[in-house]
């Protein structure tokens, strides 16, 4: 393995890692409105994005985009489903359902394999089609069982899975396409700071410097360490060790969700993620048969 493969794996278990513990660090901001929090995630994000692109002087590709207002409707769409997708986290964290949120990221997967057959005519191959088969009769066995929909998973693997359609469709690197979308939430999210503070008073004010304001200050930065190192792991292994190792996350949240703060887990949702875990486990075999089948046959020509 050359240098730079080791430095990709590195950096994948960093991005990995890193929204693996994510759920730690919004338990200490517990204190303090979501939608606050919201607002500073997204205020700090876009400041320390803007901030690396300065650095980096990655900047010239901002001209060409007066010239395309479909990709910033594009973006600006993307950008709304981040803010969803961060909502419904930040809530499923505060209200005690950590374990959920590994669900929703455990069927991220199948369900982008799943919309990439609806809305780009992809083929699904046989052993996707029986790893979508089976993880929707694990959402259909939870369903039924706890007489409702598991819609915290559900919106998280949405949300995300929609995301993942749009970013298909521009051609940006992830940091150029992230700070595009900070910025054009920066107006949404200082309008929504000035709201929650005329509800009550704002973390800067109420006595909160510096621990709470410092934790705040530090969204953007936890916010944009795994998206920057995600791409640079891309760019580094092989797409299906990264995608191996994408279970990372899930599987440190369900960790976190059951054994640190002590979720309650029933034998009815042990079963449905069993569902969930098989069909992963499936997907991951097939798509790790379907690369090395593909590699054996082009080294024949």
Request: cysteine-free; glycine content about 8%.
């Given at each position: 393995m050359n240098p730079s493969s080791y430095r990709g794996y590195l950096y994948a278990l960093i991005a990995f890692g890193t929204w693996g513990f994510l759920p730690v660090y919004w338990k200490q901001l517990h204190a303090l409105p979501m939608l606050e929090i919201l607002a500073h995630r997204m205020i700090w994000s876009a400041a320390t994005m803007i901030i690396a692109l300065a650095v980096l002087k990655d900047l010239a590709w901002l001209p060409a985009l007066r010239n395309?207002?479909?990709?910033?409707?594009?973006?600006?769409?993307?950008?709304?489903?981040?803010?969803?997708?961060?909502?419904?986290?930040?809530?499923?964290?505060?209200?005690?359902?950590?374990?959920?949120?590994?669900?929703?990221?455990?069927?991220?997967?199948?369900?982008?394999?799943?919309?990439?057959?609806?809305?780009?005519?992809?083929?699904?191959?046989?052993?996707?089609?029986i790893a979508v088969s089976i993880a929707v009769a694990g959402v259909i066995y939870l369903t039924v069982s706890l007489g409702e929909l598991p819609w915290i998973a559900l919106s998280l693997a949405g949300t995300f899975g929609v995301y993942g359609l749009i970013r298909k469709k521009i051609d940006l690197s992830g940091m150029q396409f992230f700070s595009l979308e900070m910025t054009l939430l920066l107006v949404p999210a200082l309008l929504l700071l000035l709201y929650t503070g005329q509800q009550a008073p704002a973390a800067w004010t109420a006595g909160a410097?510096?621990?709470?304001?410092?934790?705040l200050l530090g969204?953007?930065?936890?916010?944009?360490?795994?998206?920057?190192?995600?791409?640079?792991?891309?760019?580094l292994i092989p797409l299906s060790s990264l995608g191996l190792m994408q279970y990372i996350a899930p599987s440190t949240q369900?960790?976190?969700?059951?054994?640190?703060?002590?979720?309650?887990?029933?034998?009815?949702?042990?079963?449905?993620?069993?569902?969930?875990?098989?069909?992963?486990?499936?997907?991951?075999?097939?798509?790790?048969?379907?690369?090395?089948?593909?590699?054996?046959?082009?080294?024949?020509?």
């Open positions: 395309s207002p479909r990709t910033l409707l594009l973006v600006f769409a993307a950008a709304l489903l981040t803010a969803a997708n961060w909502i419904t986290y930040l809530w499923a964290v505060e209200t005690g359902f950590v374990a959920k949120i590994s669900l929703g990221y455990f069927i991220n997967p199948l369900l982008s394999v799943f919309l990439a057959r609806l809305f780009l005519g992809e083929r699904l191959r046989r052993g996707q089609k410097w510096p621990r709470l304001s410092l934790l969204t953007g930065v936890v916010s944009a360490i795994p998206l920057v190192s995600f791409g640079a792991a891309a760019r369900f960790i976190l969700g059951v054994f640190l703060y002590k979720e309650p887990f029933t034998t009815v949702e042990l079963i449905g993620y069993g569902f969930i875990w098989t069909a992963l486990i499936l997907y991951s075999l097939e798509g790790l048969h379907h690369t090395r089948t593909a590699l054996r046959s082009s080294s024949l020509f």
